[in-house]
């Protein structure tokens, strides 16, 4: 049995989790509403303040399917309750990310700035020059849209410059060396 979805998920206060006919999986919380739909062949109950995933057989797809399905709506639990956030850093002399307004302003070496306009339950934030955070509910398209930032100026294993997870370890490659 798959040890992660045999994990049951536990649904906080606040929290309402509504599956339909079509293991279509709502979930509505504090910061927003999230929906996604489960492979027909998985069977999610809810029995009180928790809820678990089962599969029919041991087929090698539903053994796959069945720590999948728990870990979506694991997901989607977590991320109306807290939410998800990715951070990245802007390293390079005169690299410099702003806000105006909503959008993302990246000043990063190309003759222009690059703006970038948030998707729908996304949130970008640049507490300092250097640093951008995006924010939501989902973790999917948080993750998206941070790959999406940093795919703008990836950074460069030379100088290190670019824009990089916070997180993200740069491998430094040696420049060249003089003729002797």
């Not at 802007?90 to 993302?104: D, I, P, S, T």
């Not at 948080?142 to 990089?164: F, M």
């Amino acid at each position: 049995m798959s040890r992660i979805g045999r994990l049951p998920v536990a649904i906080p206060a606040g929290v309402t989790v509504k599956v339909d006919e079509n293991n279509l999986v709502t979930v509505k919380g504090p910061k927003g509403e999230l929906s996604q739909q489960i492979h027909p062949d998985m069977k999610i109950e809810i029995e009180g303040a928790t809820l678990s995933v089962n599969r029919p057989s041991d087929d090698k797809m539903h053994r796959s399917l069945h720590g999948l399905s728990r870990t979506l709506i694991n997901n989607m639990v977590i991320g109306v309750t807290a939410g998800y956030q990715k951070a990245l850093d802007v390293v390079g002399v005169g690299y410099r990310a702003q806000m105006q307004g909503k959008n993302l302003v990246l000043t990063i070496g190309y003759s222009h700035p690059v703006e970038m306009v948030p998707v729908n339950g996304i949130a970008f934030e640049c507490p300092t020059p250097n640093k951008i955070i995006v924010k939501g509910i989902d973790k999917q398209l948080v993750g998206e849209i941070a790959a999406n930032v940093r795919s703008v100026r990836e950074p460069e294993p030379y100088h290190g410059k670019g824009i990089k997870y916070e997180t993200e370890v740069i491998r430094r490659k040696e420049g060249k060396t003089g003729k002797k």
